[in-house]
């Protein structure tokens, strides 16, 4: 199941590139993920996810935005 959040341009004037922000249900790990790009998968709850965006420990924009918009929509 994937539900449609949000859409935009990150790069509005530089690039014609766009992120979609979904959420979807993940039953499992299907495959294992790039270590040299990706430095850990895990599972945490919507508590944790607003901790570490409050502690500032998310420093990837495009991450951080698709998961303020999450929260926005719960």
Not at 33 to 62: P, T
Not at 67 to 74: N, Q, V
Request: glycine share 2%; no cysteine; aromatic share 10%.
């Amino acid at each position: 199941m994937t539900d449609f959040i949000y859409s935009y341009n990150s790069s509005n004037g530089m690039s014609n590139q766009v992120f979609n922000i979904v959420k979807s249900s993940a039953l499992s790990i299907v495959s294992d993920f790039d270590k040299n790009e990706i430095k850990e998968v895990k599972w945490i709850s919507v508590k944790e996810i607003k901790r570490v965006i409050r502690d500032n420990e998310i420093k990837d924009g495009l991450s951080l935005t698709a998961l303020l918009f999450y929260l926005l929509k719960l």
